[in-house]
């Protein structure tokens, strides 16, 4: 039931019971976006597109928008991520040794026995939350990052002449589009696509050839 789409590398199953985010390369489950820092597994076009969403965002949208909005990214970069970095770095710990305990044993807790599991949960959530503080501290560094590109981005809108040079890149992405030429990042997704289906193609191609040749008589 795992499907790719294609240019994502992060993929999601399709079993709506499942749900799980796994890597399509090397076929881990339960990974993140730090999974794909590595050399081996890289994100794709998809995967940088999901990432890049807010900056194209903000670099296509008007002034006047991104200063109506601006309290309430400040609110969102300031106050509600941290809050949830401390709230959720303490899950992924006890989720992280959760995986690990499971893979070590297979043996069902009786009832009784999940109590203590989830007392002892709640006992450890509790002593890991100044690991989340010390991560929400952390996040406060990237949030000031972005909060400055969207301070920046705002500023430059609002000076006339960047203003228009802005309004002029706008329109003439528009333009392009509606003469079939804005749709680069389609063109490579279906050259990818296009690329990987002659791959695959060639694959089956070589996998039945070498069928037929260790067994002559299959077709006949």
């Given amino acids: ?13 399709a079993n709506l019971y499942c749900n799980t985010w796994f890597c399509w390369i090397c076929g881990k ?14 994100l794709r076009v998809e995967d940088i597109l999901k990432a890049l969403y ?6 296509f949208t008007s002034g006047l928008i991104l200063t109506y909005f601006m309290p309430a990214v400040a609110l969102g970069l300031f106050i509600i991520v941290p809050i949830c970095v401390t709230l959720a770095t303490p ?6 040794l959760e ?4 893979r070590l044993s297979t043996t069902r807790l009786e009832i009784w026995q999940l109590i203590i599991y989830w007392i002892i949960y709640l006992i450890l959530y509790v002593v890991f939350l100044p690991c989340g503080i010390v991560a929400a501290i952390l996040s406060l ?31 003439t992405n528009y333009i392009s589009g509606c003469f079939g030429f804005g749709g680069w990042l389609e063109w490579y997704k279906h050259s990818r696509e296009k690329k990987d289906r002659q ?17 002559p008589l299959v077709g006949r």
């Fill in 141 to 171: 560094s990237l949030s000031t990052i972005a909060f400055t590109f969207y301070f920046t981005m705002m500023l430059v809108k609002a000076v006339p002449f960047l203003g228009q040079i802005m309004w002029l890149l706008e329109v």
């Fill in 54 to 59: 807010i900056v194209s965002f903000t670099i």
């Fill in 29 to 42: 489950e339960d990974v993140n976006w730090a999974h794909f820092t590595g050399l081996k597994c890289k």
């Fill in 99 to 102: 995986n690990i305990w499971r």
């Fill in 1 to 13: 039931l795992y499907g790719q789409k294609v240019g994502c590398n992060y993929v999601r199953c």
């Fill in 199 to 215: 791959q695959r193609a060639l694959m089956q191609f070589r996998a039945e050839r070498s069928e037929r040749m260790a067994n």
């Fill in 91 to 96: 899950y992924f710990i006890l989720k992280w």
